[in-house]
T-cell receptor
Framework: AQSVTQLGSHVSVSEGALVLLRCNYSSSVPPYLFWYVQYPNQGLQLLLKYTSAATLVKGINGFEAEFKKSETSFHLTKPSAHMSDAAEYFCAVSLYNQGGKLIFGQGTELSVKP | KAGVTQTPRYLIKTRGQQVTLSCSPISGHRSVSWYQQTPGQGLQFLFEYFSETQRNKGNFPGRFSGRQFSNSRSEMNVSTLELGDSALYLC???????????FGPGTRLTVL
């Protein structure tokens, strides 16, 4: 069965610093991988997704993630944090034959200090 | 295009009652998925509907049920509410079965 582990329930960075949110997955078959962001009292917004094309995926708001099969990782990065990036971030996995069923990690809350 | 709409946004019920939540997908989308979000268990998949048929189901008791109408709108029902059912219930719609969806703002259910 597939699973997702996000390292660090809370990450704090200074404005302008590098953002690195870690995600490792476990899957018996090649997965599809996703990063979502959730702002307070809102639903989930898709940042980016990996579906077996390019291993470096660029998303919205300057975020990107790299799929590394050998490390079973899909870490999310952004070169320079902005105050508006403060939110909760979720990594998720799905299998091509499982349709819309997403398995989520526990989430990482990102704080951005001025 | 209007996004995914969920009604009501907030709901308070007591133990033993039942509740029905509604989700209107983005126009033209035919697939709807439901998720439960709690602080303890995180985000968990409930079920997925496409063309009025349940395509996938998560590990939830039979008290949780859903359906989809011919206009793709979906409802989920929880009977005999328990305190642990307090959660944010999120709906996602997508144009086709199996695609990752666009999420609505959720319905916050509180069970007293």
């Amino acid at each position: 069965a597939q699973s997702v582990t996000q390292l660090g329930s809370h990450v704090s960075v200074s404005e302008g610093a590098l953002v690195l949110l870690r995600c490792n997955y476990s899957s018996s078959v090649p997965p599809y991988l996703f990063w979502y962001v959730q702002y307070p009292n809102q639903g989930l917004q898709l940042l980016l997704k990996y579906t077996s094309a390019a291993t470096l995926v660029k998303g919205i708001n300057g975020f990107e993630a790299e799929f590394k099969k050998s490390e079973t990782s899909f870490h999310l990065t952004k070169p320079s944090a902005h105050m508006s990036d403060a939110a909760e971030y979720f990594c998720a996995v799905s299998l091509y034959n499982q349709g819309g069923k997403l398995i989520f990690g526990q989430g990482t809350e990102l704080s951005v200090k001025p | 295009k209007a996004g995914v709409t969920q009604t009501p946004r907030y709901l308070i019920k007591t133990r033993g009652q039942q509740v029905t939540l509604s989700c209107s997908p983005i126009s033209g989308h035919r697939s709807v998925s439901w998720y439960q979000q709690t602080p303890g268990q995180g985000l968990q998949f409930l079920f997925e509907y496409f063309s009025e048929t349940q395509r996938n189901k998560g590990n939830f008791p039979g008290r949780f049920s859903g359906r989809q109408f011919s206009n793709s709108r979906s409802e989920m029902n929880v009977s005999t509410l328990e305190l642990g059912d307090s959660a944010l219930y999120l709906c996602a719609s997508s144009p086709q079965e199996g695609l990752v969806g666009y999420f609505g703002p959720g319905t916050r259910l509180t069970v007293l």
